[in-house]
């Protein structure tokens, strides 16, 4: 076995650590849960992406607070940064233009399953940004990988195209839309990708500090469309009253746990009634805060390779959920495609593990050369 592959299965026997099952539990748990409160507010209200964004910006902010509060003389201000703020200004302006579209574009007739698909396929923009920009090089390993994804992306795309062409012609101006705003946040989310790569290069990972900054720094923003935002409140609040014990009926799994509650908690839990998009709103922000947290905690105690593959099955196993679960159109090319970006993720990651190992391998030799010749 060589040495890309050893650290390949070794990324796999690392998740089944004994610090890895509550990781693997906010990422699954939290970023699926995620996707089945986002599916249910676009089938009911398509044009809410920027309420949506906004809902989780704001709870970030409000969380991340308390981590970069520090009390001075006057009262409670704001720590020192340690990157500069014109670099996170920059990132903020990029990370809420990349948000905001790839939430519009749900309300241009795009299906949760392409749009899960399409977000995965950003690897050839960014490839082809790190090497006109960063001048990076690529192994074969690595563009054979980049292509399955690409191929995989078109191969859906244009699947779903044909679908949505049949079921309504007049949506295919609508659908051109959403595919141009999500090939627009794909072009940024690579470009911004590559400017958080050279921060944190340079300052080091900063991650709690950007995830706050990013969006507090990108609140002001929202008053842009306050108008919209004040149009999709009024669609919110005319959805239906429901008891919090009938939406967790309508929560996979979580309506099967009314069966262990006490008795007085589920007639207190029926007692209480919210308006049932509301309720589902706050759900898609506490489960996207759960699947950040996921994330960022697996950046700590894993290698890169373990985060991608355990990304990469995350998005597999939305993208079955919402198939499944909602009964999504799913055609062949769109099957083909998915199975084509899923293993193209694995190839490339695999790619990357062995480019990058060459140089240690490298480095040992030569330190032995070394040691010898002191000999």
């Known amino acids: 076995m060589d040495d890309a592959s050893g650290t390949f299965v070794g990324a796999l026997a690392q998740m089944l650590a004994s610090e890895f099952p509550m990781i693997l539990a906010l990422i699954f748990g939290g970023c699926c849960s995620n996707v089945f409160a986002l599916e249910v507010l676009v089938t009911d209200a398509p044009r809410s992406g920027q309420l949506i964004t906004f809902g989780q910006f704001l709870f970030v902010s409000l969380e991340g607070l308390r981590h970069q509060l520090t009390w001075g003389r006057f009262g409670p201000k704001l720590k020192p940064t340690i990157v500069p703020i014109r670099n996170w200004l920059f990132l903020v302006i990029m990370f809420f233009i990349v948000s905001l579209l790839n939430n519009l574009a749900l309300g241009y007739n795009i299906s949760v399953p392409l749009h899960i698909i399409f977000r995965s396929g950003g690897l050839i923009v960014n490839m082809i940004l790190g090497a006109l920009i960063l001048k990076k090089r690529y192994s074969l390993g690595q563009i054979v990988g980049v292509l399955f994804v690409t191929a995989g992306v078109v191969w859906a795309t244009l699947d779903n195209a044909s679908s949505s062409h049949e079921s309504n012609s007049g949506n295919t101006t609508e659908f051109l839309t959403g595919i141009f705003l999500l090939l627009v ?4 989310s690579a470009g911004m990708g590559l400017f958080q790569e050279v921060t944190y290069r340079k300052y080091g990972k900063q991650w709690r500090e950007g995830l706050f900054y990013t969006h507090f720094l990108a609140l002001p923003f929202f008053f842009m469309f306050y108008k919209d935002l004040l ?8 959805s239906p009253l429901m008891a919090v014990a009938d939406l967790m009926d309508q929560v996979p799994l979580l309506g099967y746990t009314k069966e262990l509650m006490p008795p007085q908690l589920l007639s207190f839990l029926s007692s209480i009634q919210l308006r049932k998009l509301w309720a589902f709103l706050l759900m898609n922000v506490l489960t996207q805060y759960v ?5 960022n905690r697996m950046t700590s105690v894993a290698t890169s390779l373990t985060l991608n593959l355990v990304l990469n099955l995350r998005k597999f196993s939305s993208l079955m959920f919402s198939i499944i ?7 062949f090319g769109a099957k083909m495609g998915s199975a084509l ?8 990651t ?6 990058n190992s060459k140089p240690s391998v490298a480095t040992a030799t030569e330190n032995a050369s070394v040691k010898q010749q002191k000999k």
């Open 350 to 355: 695999r790619a990357g593990i062995k480019a």
């Open 185 to 188: 946040a794909m072009i940024l």
């Open 231 to 238: 149009n999709q409140v009024t669609v919110y609040n005319k």
């Open 325 to 331: 679960y909602f009964k999504n159109p799913f055609g």
């Open 291 to 295: 699947c950040i947290a996921g994330v």
């Open 341 to 348: 970006v899923f293993f193209g993720t694995l190839i490339y």
